[in-house]
């Protein structure tokens, strides 16, 4: 297995050699035969042990075998301990789902702080069969097929082409002592019962199943690049990003003859799981959402916007004092006295200083707001109306800010004045408000 595994490093992991190394040992048969191979093939390895304290004094058991065999060996070791079920109750999830977020946490603080340039873990084909059972059993597209990548940025994985088997008689040949979990002989998880009892029943249906498996997860992820490289395409027809917001056109989305697939593929990375709810979202009506932890996926007419989510201001209103010169939250304004008035803008106003009320205020629109915009001779307008009529889409209208003097609006910012406050032949302060 030595000459198999350095030909494996040989052709597909090159980048190695001459890296620092860290690798993460449990004291377990597969991370230890790693440590060995690598070891004589004179790679720079450290070693790092997550002690997750799950098995009493078991757990402390492999930390000290690992920390005898790094010395006996010089090798550098850097060990951890984790209160994993203190962790998992606070976050609300499963020991396993805590176990390995504490682990590569700190596998990539160590990468940061020792020097490192990659960690290596023990998975094998093995492993890699179990979680593509594990997926099956779920539910899962093709990504969850595919199983586990054998890189994943500084996550290094290179015994995924070698079997349990072959670990064992590696290990027994060379005298290699290990560690064995006892929680490996229970079958409360998932994992255990399909290794126990599903693998086997398929090794024996056909002794060469895990050649048979590694040969359909190629063919598989070459499907997986073709999906990937047409949705791509498809996505630049069909897409348009306008500074953090994504717009799908919706009419260019439902003449493709498998639009679902598509935005499960756009979709997916950014945290969505309600995905029947995301369908019918293209043919709802306006405004109905769908949200993950960090997004938002809205209708709007005839398209799907796509935004982070921002979390909500504390502060709701901002207060303008009388003699402020400007403001720089939550937009830029700024307010001077002037003689006279030029042409004005969407981005510039002139106002009778007289008629204003203090502390302004800045907020965003209600539900029900009027103003009477200036040129129409006092009529008064919705503020919906006006952004009907100047075509926004829910999240234009839910970025706009209203300059306020008392209950009345002074300005619907970047839009429209108010008629009320605009200068006339009695007035003799004239205020300029500036949107920079």
Not at 83 to 95: L, Q
Not at 240 to 247: E, F, L, N, R
Not at 399 to 418: A, H, Y
Request: aromatic share 12%.
């Amino acid at each position: 297995m030595l000459q198999k595994f350095q030909n494996h490093l040989l052709h597909n992991f090159q980048f190695l050699r001459g890296k620092k190394i860290l690798i993460a040992t449990s004291g377990g048969k597969d991370s230890m035969v790693m440590v060995h191979l690598l070891q004589h093939l004179d790679y720079e390895i450290g070693i790092a042990h997550c002690n997750f304290q799950l098995r009493g004094i078991e757990s402390f058991g492999d930390q000290n075998f690992v920390q005898e065999y790094a010395s006996a060996n010089n090798i550098s070791i850097f060990i951890t301990q984790f209160d994993t079920k203190a962790f998992s109750e606070d976050y609300k999830i499963s020991t396993q789902v805590a176990a390995r977020e504490l682990r590569y946490n700190w596998f990539y603080e160590l990468l940061e702080t020792e020097k490192y340039d990659y960690i290596l873990t023990a998975h094998h084909a093995d492993d890699n069969l179990e979680t593509f059972l594990i997926n099956l059993s779920r539910g899962t597209g093709l990504e969850g097929l595919i199983g586990i990548p054998e890189q994943n940025e500084k996550v290094v994985r290179p015994l995924l082409a070698f079997s349990q088997e072959e670990m064992e008689e590696y290990a027994i040949l060379h005298g290699i002592q290990w560690r064995e979990d006892s929680s490996n002989a229970s079958d409360k998880y998932l994992r255990n019962k399909i290794r126990h009892h599903v693998v086997p029943l398929l090794k024996e249906l056909n002794p060469n199943f895990l050649l048979s498996f590694h040969k359909t997860q190629g063919y598989l992820q070459q499907a997986q690049d073709m999906v990937d490289d047409a949705a791509i395409m498809v996505y630049q027809q069909v897409a348009q990003q306008d500074g953090d917001t994504i717009y799908f056109d919706l009419k260019k989305l439902q003449k493709l003859p498998n639009y679902k697939s598509y935005l499960y593929q756009w979709l997916n990375e950014f945290g969505f799981k309600a995905w029947v709810d995301i369908y019918d979202l293209v043919d709802s009506q306006s405004g109905k959402c769908v949200y993950s932890s960090e997004y938002r996926l809205l209708k709007d007419r005839d398209s799907l916007l796509l935004s982070r989510l921002n979390e909500e201001d504390e502060i709701q209103e901002y207060a303008i004092l009388e003699n402020q010169k400007e403001v720089n939250i939550p937009l830029n304004l700024s307010f001077c006295k002037v003689a006279d008035i030029s042409i004005g803008s969407n981005k510039t106003i002139f106002v009778d200083a007289d008629k204003l009320h203090y502390p302004l205020v800045l907020r965003h629109w209600n539900e029900g707001d009027h103003f009477q915009p200036f040129g129409m001779d006092g009529k008064s307008k919705k503020i919906s109306k006006l952004f009907k009529d100047e075509k926004l889409s829910l999240i234009e209208k839910e970025s706009k800010w209203l300059l306020c003097s008392n209950t009345e609006i002074v300005w619907v910012i970047g839009l429209r004045q108010d008629e009320r406050f605009r200068i006339d032949n009695t007035t003799k302060n004239i205020l300029k408000i500036q949107l920079e």
